[in-house]
């Protein structure tokens, strides 16, 4: 590329001493005449533009042999010079070099950079340029003749990343990356070198990871979808029967996020039937019936059900469900499901249906807008929510902790899974279910709740054993076990016991993850 600018440099300044040199000539030979009507450098130059512009005023000719031979060859170049001009002005508007110069003009702004213009790509732009209104939206490709025109402005440039930097100069705010296709960081040849960039990456990818160290960050569409659904839709205390019809990438994920999550009441006992196929899920997380009742509805804790048997054939479980779950990775089957169900079936509770559009009258989730957006892909509350949670838990024991950018990423999920249970902590304070979005007043209201209730000992208890319950969860869904010293490489941990064998102290480490709620609530305001 630097090479390419210098030898056009080269040759702007040949053309350019050329032109002066001509002009020269022309000025000497005509001044030197007492006829000339050409005497200055000035006359000269405007009788050159006149010609070359191919205008030809006629107010100036010169009138010398050497003069006229200049003429000429002004009057042969001004044909090319105007194609040429034309050319030069058609190439800039049609390739890269108008987006280039408008890049150029907004180094100010926020810049978003997608390194395509696919679907998700434009609906995560659309959400982005809603909440920023800074934001300059950069499609890295031109757009292609079928796709549909943005209803934001937005600039397409076939530009890499470092291009991308390169224009922005470091001025204002780092810009963002995204990569939106699955596994697209592997890839894509514009990801090669993303980490030496000064950019946040935000990468779409399958195998669950999720760093947050670094400049790159990774996110998976499947967890963004049920992150979703349970905090659009969180689970009640009168729910008791929950059926998740299909098993693939977006059930699996609902039920991760239900298993990590959905801790309302220290005397739950949800039972979750399962339709699809779960013989590796179960085979990969071995240690959930320690916690779980599996395969066998329980009045005393959650149970896992998983059936070998069609959904169709459960007539009594569809019709005594609260909930039924329709997530099958295929759409159109998932409406086929919702319309058998609705035709020839007695449902008396809800029926939540995944559809990657809005569905009106339909209780849906899963749609692009509430999927791709800045608070699932970028996450900021989430995270300052996660690294808040480390702080106060490292100031509330006396061992040694690690701090954020120490810790590796099962232990960075622990402090998110922590964060994402936030919602539900509030609505068991506020003893209040129509909450389904965090907001700073109800965050604030369900701190004080706890500050004043936290005192009476049977109520202290019951918080500490809530959160013991959704750690154990955790480390349990990863596969960890009991251990009389902690040993992160052996997966064993002193603290995986029931409740009513964990030391004092251990019990008041579970005491962090609800005063957080006071340093969270100052944050979001």
């Not at 390739?95 to 408008?102: D, H, I, K, R, Y």
């Not at 679907?119 to 909440?131: D, F, G, H, P, Q």
């Not at 960039?197 to 990468?203: G, I």
Request: glycine share 6%; proline share 2%.
């Amino acid at each position: 590329m630097k090479v390419r600018k210098n030898i056009y440099l080269q040759l702007i300044v040949l053309v350019g001493l050329i032109y002066l040199v001509l002009l020269m000539i022309l000025y000497c030979s005509e001044s030197s005449s007492s006829n000339a009507m050409i005497r200055t450098f000035g006359d000269a130059l405007w009788y050159s533009l006149v010609t070359l512009t191919t205008v030809g005023y006629g107010d100036l000719i010169p009138v010398t042999p050497v003069g006229h031979a200049v003429g000429m060859i002004f009057l042969l170049l001004s044909a090319g010079i105007m194609v040429t001009l034309f050319g030069a002005v058609l190439s800039f508007v049609t390739s890269e070099g108008l987006p280039l110069l408008m890049l150029s003009l907004q180094r100010h702004k926020n810049w978003y950079y997608f390194a395509d213009c696919g679907v998700e790509s434009r609906t995560l732009a659309a959400n982005i340029y809603k909440e920023d209104v800074s934001a300059l939206i950069i499609f890295g490709e031109k757009r292609g003749a079928q796709s549909e025109i943005p209803d934001f402005p937005c600039i397409y440039v076939n530009a890499s990343p470092d291009q991308i930097v390169e224009k922005k100069k470091e001025r204002g705010t780092k810009c963002k990356v995204f990569l939106m296709k699955e596994n697209d960081i592997g890839v894509n040849s514009r990801a090669v070198n993303l980490h030496d960039l000064p950019v946040e990456v935000y990468a779409r990818t399958t195998n669950g990871r999720d760093k947050l160290s670094g400049n790159i960050n990774f996110f998976h569409s499947y967890e963004c979808c049920a992150r979703q659904y349970w905090r659009s839709k969180p689970l009640c205390l009168h729910e008791n029967i929950i059926v998740l019809i299909g098993f693939g990438n977006y059930g699996q994920s609902i039920l991760e996020r239900a298993i990590l999550n959905n801790i309302v009441s220290v005397e739950q006992h949800v039972a979750y039937h399962i339709f699809g196929d779960v013989g590796e899920f179960l085979a990969v997380h071995y240690r959930l019936g320690e916690l779980f009742s599996l395969n066998e509805e329980s009045g005393e804790r959650d149970s896992l059900i998983f059936h070998d048997s069609s959904w169709a054939e459960s007539h009594s479980i569809l019709e005594r469900a609260e909930r039924i779950i329709i997530c099958v990775d295929d759409e159109q089957e998932g409406w086929s499901i919702f319309w058998t169900l609705h035709k020839y079936y007695r449902i008396s509770g809800r029926i939540d249906l995944r559809s990657s559009r809005k569905a009106p009258g339909i209780s849906y989730f899963g749609a692009n807008e509430d999927i791709y957006t800045s608070q699932q892909i970028i996450r900021t509350d989430l995270n300052k929510a996660a690294v808040t949670i480390n702080e106060i838990f490292r100031k509330s024991v006396s061992y040694p902790t690690l701090g954020w950018n120490e810790l590796d990423d099962f232990h960075r999920q622990s402090k998110i899974a922590a964060a994402d249970h936030l919602l539900m902590k509030t609505r068991i304070l506020l003893q209040d279910e129509t909450i389904t979005e965090l907001s700073s007043s109800a965050v604030k209201k369900a701190y004080e709740r706890y500050c004043k209730t936290k005192y009476k000992e049977d109520v202290r208890e019951t918080y500490r054993k809530l959160d013991h319950m959704r750690w154990l969860r955790f480390y349990l869904f990863y596969n960890w076990s009991y251990g009389a010293v902690r040993d992160d490489e052996a997966r064993q941990h002193p603290m995986l016991c029931p409740y009513e064998e964990l030391t004092p102290e251990q019990r008041h480490e579970r005491d962090a993850a609800w005063e957080l709620m006071g340093n969270i609530s100052l944050a979001m305001e």
